[in-house]
């Protein structure tokens, strides 16, 4: 059974920065494409960005370009999203979620099947 559990959420300063980490169990994030999706109260939820499974690929939206960073360290099954420099919109419930294949990096929700529960993240401004 694949789990993924996401932490490091919390409230923070515009400008300040965030450390998210995703765990996963029953999984190997080293052999598959890994996602961070995100969601605003009242908005669809959004990708943020995605790691390929060699961990050399990286995909991000434009809203988070040059801000946002993901990483993966292997020997731990674990996934993290460094956000810094943090503005009032990227208030959401962020999520991460496996893909479904070895190179996805794209930002289709359907092709990702595994989800995490969610971690909220709150900017102010």
């Known amino acids: 059974q694949v789990q993924l559990v996401e932490s490091g959420g919390g409230l923070v300063q515009a400008g300040g920065s965030l450390r998210l980490s995703c765990a996963a169990s029953?999984?190997?994030?080293?052999?598959?494409?890994m996602g961070w999706f995100r969601q605003a109260p009242g908005k669809e939820r959004e990708f943020v960005g995605a790691?390929?499974?060699?961990?050399?690929?990286?995909n991000y939206a434009d809203p988070v370009k040059g801000r946002f960073t993901i990483s993966k360290d292997n020997a731990k099954n674990t996934v993290y999203l460094q956000m810094n420099n943090l503005k009032a919109e990227d208030t959401a419930v962020y999520y991460c979620a496996g893909a479904r294949s070895t190179y996805y990096i794209g930002s289709s929700p359907n092709e990702y099947n595994y989800w995490g529960q969610g971690t909220q993240v709150t900017v102010s401004s």
């Open positions: 029953g999984r190997t994030v080293s052999m598959y494409g």
């Open positions: 790691i390929g499974w060699s961990g050399r690929s990286t």
